[in-house]
């Protein structure tokens, strides 16, 4: 049984950083896309960033407007792990942050599992 289990969220000021982890077991994904999305009180969970394979020990990442420029995505495959880095913090970051993994290399169909989630709060 594939499990997400998501961790590093917590309260942080504006202007500061958070790295969020991704710890996926009960399967592989050295070969697929995972990401990360989030979803603030009374909004749609949004794509934040996302990674495509595409070959060898390769990914491609790709981030939403929102957070370009300030977030960073890292994937472990020999501990079929996977991290976000954020940096400048804003209080409209603040959401449920959830891990994301699809059974295939791209991310653009639904997704196949989910993490709990983990709560980012940003204070201003």
Request: proline share 2%; with cysteine; hydrophobic share 40%.
């Amino acid at each position: 049984q594939v499990q997400l289990v998501e961790s590093g969220g917590g309260l942080v000021q504006a202007g500061g950083s958070l790295r969020l982890s991704c710890a996926a077991s009960g399967g592989t994904f050295s070969r697929f896309a995972m990401g990360w999305f989030r979803q603030a009180p009374g909004k749609e969970r949004e794509l934040v960033a996302a990674t495509r394979w595409i070959g060898d020990n390769a990914f491609s990442a790709d981030y939403a407007d929102s957070v370009k420029g300030r977030a960073t995505i890292f994937r472990y495959n020999a501990r079929n792990a996977m991290d976000l880095q954020m940096n400048g913090l804003k209080p409209e970051d603040t959401a449920v942050y959830y891990c994301a993994a699809w059974l295939r290399p791209n991310y653009r169909d639904t997704v196949d599992y989910w993490g709990q989630g983990t709560q980012v709060t940003v204070s201003s």
